[in-house]
């Protein structure tokens, strides 16, 4: 017999547990955690720590800030993007490099729907290395890189992770769409070869992120698909978020090019009825 073999046992030891504190868990209510710099208590409506393979959903605001820190330099966060209201508009990779006229994404870059407008807006980048040409590991390339890749074992992928976080919104598998992939760096050569910059790097990198509209964000850490090291290997990753401002009509990012302010046009047309 062990300590939770009956109903009241089992209570007692869940009840014990309270206000235990894990490597890799959500803090609830967010403000519980450690505060970013000058972010109000108040202010806090996100913090999470993703373990490997680990996963998480979170519906976000217009303006909140999103902070990304790659705790060990191994973390590798695949990221799918939705519309709040509306989430068949949805994060599209290949809008967000062609706009911009360049596939490296870093401070003062946009995240782009497929329907021509800003979701996210880059603040801060401290990493220097993400992937907007690999998408999200699977099923089967995990199995053939670690022997197992499916779900509950323990090489689970990024796909099947995202298919898991969708689901808590009503979404299902069609809709995991090509993602990003921030901390772990892809570069095209000259004769088209893909080069993967897939380190370790120093712990700490950061990322910040502005939330342009109403979002629903759905991270993964899971090894990018590149990673060729045979054990599975990603770092922590720590997730923020706080509220901050919309974006004022100044905004040096929301002015940086014409194809950029007409996608924070067309979100602000959206918020105008």
């Known amino acids: 017999m062990t300590g939770t073999a009956d109903p009241n046992s089992a209570r007692a030891h869940a009840r014990s547990m309270a206000g235990t504190w894990v490597e890799a868990m ?3 209510p967010a403000s519980a955690a450690d505060l970013p710099p000058n972010v109000s208590q108040a202010d806090l409506v996100w913090e999470e720590t993703l373990a490997a393979g680990g996963y998480a959903a979170k519906q976000i605001a217009r303006g909140t800030r999103l902070r990304l820190v790659d705790l060990q330099g191994d973390a590798c966060a695949s990221m799918l993007v939705f519309n709040a209201e509306r989430p068949v508009e949805r994060l599209n990779v290949a809008d967000t490099v062609k706009v911009q006229w360049n596939a490296y994404l870093g401070a003062g870059k946009l995240v782009l729907s497929d329907m021509g407008k ?5 603040l801060e980048d401290g990493a220097g290395t ?26 689970p992928n990024a796909r099947d992770r995202f298919s898991l976080a969708v ?42 992120l502005r939330a342009e509209m ?17 054990d599975y290997t990603v770092g922590l990753l720590r997730v923020s978020g706080w509220r901050g401002p919309i974006t004022p009509p100044d905004d040096p990012i929301r002015n940086a090019s014409p194809e950029g302010l007409r996608a924070f046009l067309n979100v602000e047309a959206d918020f105008s009825r």
């Open 130 to 155: 993400h992937d907007a040409f690999c998408g999200a590991s699977n099923q089967a390339s995990n199995a053939r890189r670690y022997g197992t890749g499916d779900n509950w074992g323990p090489h």
């Open 118 to 122: 800003v979701m996210l807006s880059m």
């Open 214 to 230: 109403d979002l629903i964000v759905v991270l993964a850490n899971c090894p990018h698909l590149l990673d060729d090291r045979p």
């Open 167 to 208: 689901a808590k919104f009503g979404l299902g598998r069609r809709d995991i769409h090509p993602c990003l992939n921030w901390f772990k760096g892809v570069r095209v050569e000259a004769d088209g070869t893909l080069t993967p910059q897939i380190g370790p790097f120093v712990p700490g990198r950061t990322i910040i």
């Open 26 to 28: 959500p803090v609830l």
